[in-house]
């Protein structure tokens, strides 16, 4: 009788599978999405704040020309309107050396008033007098500048408030007007500087690029903006990489004076957006790595879980065969022993067969008995194993014996080969190595299927000793060839499925042979039967060389009767 293995749930196994993936992986690309959308809108602001902060920039390096310009303007030409109407300008010059004004290539006073009305007296960069040739372009650029203000003068127009003027008429000489008004706010004259190109390239631009930039860049980033100045022809006159090529991101004309001139920016600073995006790749490689490790972790919790499904349904299988297996040689037992005891039977050879189903059946429930207590004991650590000097050929052939009724019975046919080469006697746990080589010849009995004949073979292959067993049933399929000797494992189809067993007896096997230093073995073809040897070594188990081949069971040696014996 046989009762049907619950199958592995692989559906639910599937969909728990791919919940755990949703579960994992639709969080992150919700998360990863609105990242994306985020970076996006990012990107649009971060261009829109980053232009204004260079714009600003540029703003500032602007305001600072300025201020330069006025400043030094306001400084230096500022001269007491007396001095035009009492005729004191000769003290214009001490004035100059003074306050000398930055910037400035040339300083000029033009009187409209007393003595020196319409004369331009010229102070060289050092503030000395200088005696202008009157056909020069700049002594005409001076008198282009300051003629409407002698023409205002002249005409007696009043100035309610005096700034400085600029003219910029001729681009090489650019110059900055202050008015001079009396006490009635007339203009009695004009106090001016011609402004220095040179200087203003080589001084003002950088030292007002450099003052400007803390406020918007970091300091040590200074090399990641380029400020170009170009002229109204676009040259470019000024620049704090001359290297660049490229274009601007921004521009802007300069204020008060250079006014054709404008100043450009280049920025190679990183953006908001530019570290939203590699924000974004970082993050997007740990969101790989997360749902990697994630995944992993499902993975191998469904394989746990699943393992313990297995094991849990193993245990369930085996307390339902063991409990089988207990019970049907007990119900024989207990018939047999009825019959025996009410006399029922008097045949002679009846009684004798009864007989020896009874000791059959106790056989097989010590053999089932044996292999739980030794599974219990190897599992609790409690196993040990007794060695004393044995020979395996003598304890082979015992073995074999207690087999003797069942393979009769089962109509089965037993070659025993002993070892032609003689063993010698080998320390060994008598009592384990029989169990461990019973359980083999019971699965052979159990698995062999229509197959009627069973091969024992006990030889010496170099330095280990081969005990084998061979039969021609259901073989084992190669990839369960070493689950089966896993504590509950059993083949869950085919013959197998139907044959009642613990799963325990292979594993038995495995302990003790490899308690004794040796190793289980496996050859086998589904539907073409199996090999299993048993393989120990003789260096590490050999107790002295063999003793009389009698002892040893040499091949040819009288078996017992249903036994056949070759070479
Ligand atoms: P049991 O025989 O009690 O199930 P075992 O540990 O002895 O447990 O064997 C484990 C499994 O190995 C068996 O269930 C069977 O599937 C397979 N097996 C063992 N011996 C043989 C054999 N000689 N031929 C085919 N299959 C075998």
Same mark, same amino acid.
């Given at each position: ?14 969909? @728990?599978l791919w919940l755990g993936f949703a579960a994992v992986l639709l969080p992150l690309a919700v998360l990863l999405c609105l990242e994306y959308r985020w970076l ?9 704040? =980053? ?9 500032? !390096? ?33 004035? #100059? ?11 000029? !006073?033009?009187? #409209? ?15 000395? @007098? ?15 500048? @300051? ?12 100035l309610e408030t005096v700034t400085l003027a600029v003219d910029e008429r001729d681009p090489r000489h650019r110059i900055i007007l202050n008015p001079i008004i ?21 001084? !003002? ?20 903006? !380029? ?41 190679? =600073? ?57 019970? @049907? ?48 004991? *190897? ?55 029989? =169990?461990? #080589? ?45 689950? *089966?000797?896993?504590?509950? =494992? ?41 090999? #299993? ?35």
């Open positions: 009788m046989s009762t049907p293995r619950t199958p592995q749930p692989r559906p639910f196994r599937r969909r @728990t996006v809108k990012l990107d649009h602001a971060s261009e829109v704040a =980053h232009r204004a902060a260079l714009a600003n920039y540029l703003e500032a !390096v602007a305001e600072k020309v300025q201020s330069f310009y006025n400043w030094n303007a306001e400084k230096s030409l500022n001269v007491p309107y007396t001095w035009f109407t009492e005729d004191h300008l000769g003290q214009v010059a001490y004035y #100059f050396k003074k306050k000398p004004p930055k910037g400035a290539r040339r300083l000029f !006073v033009a009187s #409209f008033v007393g003595e020196k009305k319409g004369q331009i007296l010229y102070f060289d960069s050092t503030c000395s @007098t200088f005696s202008q040739p009157p056909w020069s372009a700049e002594a005409r650029a001076v008198y282009v500048a @300051t003629s409407s203000w002698e023409t205002m003068a002249h005409k007696g127009a009043e009396d006490d009635r706010s007339k203009v009695v004259g004009v106090v001016g500087m011609v402004l220095d190109e040179e200087y203003f390239r080589s001084v !003002v631009l950088p030292e007002k690029i450099a003052e400007a930039l803390p406020a918007f860049f970091l300091a040590d980033d200074s090399r990641k903006t !380029v400020v170009e100045v170009r002229d109204r022809r676009q040259q470019t006159v000024f620049s704090t990489d001359p290297s660049f090529v490229g274009s601007y991101e921004v521009e802007k004309p300069l204020r008060f004076v250079f006014t054709d001139w404008s100043l450009g920016l280049a920025s190679r =600073h990183p953006t908001p957006g530019d570290w939203a995006r590699s924000n974004f790749a970082i993050n997007l490689g740990l969101s790989a790595l997360l749902a990697a490790v994630l995944l992993g972790g499902v993975i191998l919790a469904l394989r746990t879980a699943s393992r313990q499904m297995k094991l849990s349904q193993m245990k369930s299988d085996f307390v339902s065969n063991v409990s089988h297996e207990l019970r @049907t040689p007990l119900a024989s037992v207990r018939v047999f022993g009825e019959l025996l005891r009410l006399g029922r039977v008097q045949d002679p050879g009846k009684v004798r067969e009864y007989g020896e189903y009874i000791e059959n059946e106790s056989r097989r429930l010590t053999q089932l008995i044996n292999n739980l207590l030794d599974f219990s004991r *190897i599992e609790s650590g409690r196993k040990s194993y007794r060695q004393e000097p044995a020979d395996l050929a003598e304890l082979v052939r015992d073995a074999v014996r207690t087999f003797e009724v069942r393979l009769r019975q089962s109509g089965f046919r037993l070659i025993y080969h002993g070892p032609e080469e003689a063993l010698p006697l080998l320390r060994l746990d008598p009592s384990a190595m029989v =169990h461990a #080589f019973s359980n083999l010849l019971d699965n052979a009995l159990k698995y062999s299927g229509d197959g009627r004949e069973i091969e024992v073979r006990l030889r010496r292959r170099g330095a280990w000793a081969v005990l084998s067993v061979r039969d021609w049933g259901v073989g084992v399929a190669r990839d369960e060839q070493e689950k *089966i000797f896993d504590r509950f =494992h059993r083949v869950s189809t085919g013959l197998v499925h139907d044959v009642k067993g613990s799963g325990l007896g292979l594993a038995i096997v495995r302990h003790v042979v490899e308690a004794h230093g040796g190793r289980v073995e496996v050859d086998s073809k589904p539907g073409q039967g199996s090999t #299993f040897s048993i393989l120990l070594p003789l260096d590490a188990l050999a107790v002295e060389e063999a003793p009389g081949q009698d002892a040893q069971g040499r091949a040819g040696e009288a078996l017992p009767p249903l036994l056949g014996g070759e070479a």
